[in-house]
């Protein structure tokens, strides 16, 4: 153990870091139960665009645990990788489910804007297309998804219902779905208010129990052998990836990669105190490829995009410094695929409830947006609020940088507006227009 101590010591820097192989163990736990959730709900979002569950489930795990190994070895930070919670729902519900296309072409989407990732991690373009979207469009994109995500959870739950005349009302909330979803929801709440890292599993598993002994869920068990990958491994189709319908698509799982991964690895290697005199993230490229090569990785597997995980910033609390936290975490991951049928077993309800307490983590960002400066604002929140009630993310990301553009040039304030920003708003409008 000595040996294998200072071998670890020497590789992950651990000495020079400030830390233990003890305290990186814990932190990979603590960081693995902060996300583990998403080992239930991405195959229960990605089984509504017609995957199915069990093959799902496997390629989230193995996904999981390829990205978190290889932040681990290559970038040496202490950040968990997995499918983003984002990603997925416009995976389903915008792509397949709102726009027609097909989970195949999807994934072939999918795994196109992680190339495209790849070469912008590999090439300047990376700084310049990070540090020239507008502070106040990306934090109104993540508002945004959290709002989608809301409406989706409360959709699924049945708190809210369609109605002809005012196009959603209130559902019957003394039913058991919409009931459980919402105690759930308090109960994850209540628990991370506390402290509790694991609240999100925790909930989903009180819920689930609820269901499991009032009869109102099936459970079909707790361990097993892994589920067969073949129903989505090597599924992606890549030629209806190339259709010029597809161009949004891929624009959009590849800025919201690009920036969610980018604000992720600022603010927990921030945290942790990574970062350089200047404030800049060492091995930065490192950390981007290891983020970009998942999300390609993961739609050969079989799942929607690969992201870096915000929670990691629970196992920096927990003393996490290297990226042998996140090498635990990805052992943990591959652990995972023992457990499959109590996965399976998780009621739609219980998930809401998951997705319902990270929405409104996502909301949060609109506490930062510039108010006072409306050519800021507004599009932000505009941006904000069209993803949930065009029930797209990719239409909403295109109207609030449309909005942007617009907004700046009216104000006489045309040399605020980075030429990336200029660019998008025209690839979008050219897509509203003749798409």
Aim: proline content about 4%; aromatic content about 8%.
């Amino acid at each position: 153990m000595p040996a294998m101590q200072k071998s670890l010591d020497e590789y992950f820097g651990l000495t020079e870091h400030g830390t233990t192989v003890s305290r990186e163990a814990l932190a990979g736990v603590t960081t693995f139960l902060a996300m583990a959730y998403i080992t239930v709900v991405n195959p229960l979002i990605l089984s509504d665009a017609g995957m199915d569950f069990g093959a799902v489930f496997v390629a989230t795990c193995v996904a999981a645990a390829i990205g978190s190994l290889v932040m681990g070895l290559i970038a040496n930070y202490p950040i968990g990788l997995a499918p983003g919670m984002g990603q997925n729902a416009f995976f389903t519900y915008a792509v397949v489910v709102g726009s027609g296309h097909t989970w195949q072409a999807a994934l072939g989407a999918v795994f196109l804007s992680g190339i495209l990732f790849i070469l912008i991690s590999l090439l300047p373009i990376r700084a310049w297309l990070i540090n020239s979207i507008p502070r106040n469009l990306k934090l109104g994109m993540a508002a945004g998804i959290g709002f989608f995500l809301a409406f989706i959870a409360m959709k699924n739950a049945g708190i809210v219902v369609q109605n002809p005349a005012t196009f959603v009302s209130l559902g019957g909330l003394i039913e058991f779905a919409p009931l459980m979803a919402l105690v759930g929801f308090f109960a994850i709440t209540a628990m991370t208010a506390r402290g509790n890292r694991s609240a999100v599993i925790v909930g989903i598993l009180l819920v689930s129990a609820v269901g499991w002994l009032t009869g109102q869920a099936e459970f079909v068990g707790v361990v097993s052998a892994p589920p067969s990958a073949a129903p989505v491994f090597l599924q992606l189709d890549i030629a209806a990836a190339l259709d010029i319908s597809m161009l949004s698509v891929i624009l959009t799982l590849l800025l919201v990669d690009v920036f969610d991964t980018a604000g992720t690895l600022v603010g927990v290697a921030t945290r942790a105190k990574l970062v350089d005199e200047s404030g800049n993230l060492p091995r930065l490229g490192k950390a981007l490829l290891a983020d970009s090569g998942a999300t390609a990785v993961g739609a050969l597997m079989g799942t929607s995009s690969i992201t870096s995980y915000i929670e990691s910033a629970a196992g920096v609390e927990s003393g996490g410094r290297t990226g042998l936290a996140s090498v635990v975490i990805g052992l943990l991951f591959l652990l995972c695929l023992l457990l499959a049928p109590l996965a399976q077993s998780i009621p739609g309800y219980a998930a809401a409830a998951a997705l319902l307490f990270v929405s409104a983590s996502m909301a949060q960002s609109l506490v930062d947006i510039d108010w006072p400066d409306l050519t800021e604002s507004t599009p932000a929140l505009i941006t904000a609020i069209m993803m949930p009630l065009s029930f797209s993310v990719a239409d909403g990301i295109g109207i609030g940088f449309i909005s942007y553009v617009a907004i700046k040039l009216l104000a006489g304030r045309h040399s605020e507006v980075p030429a990336a920003v200029f660019v998008v708003a025209l690839v979008f409008a050219g897509k509203f227009a003749f798409l």
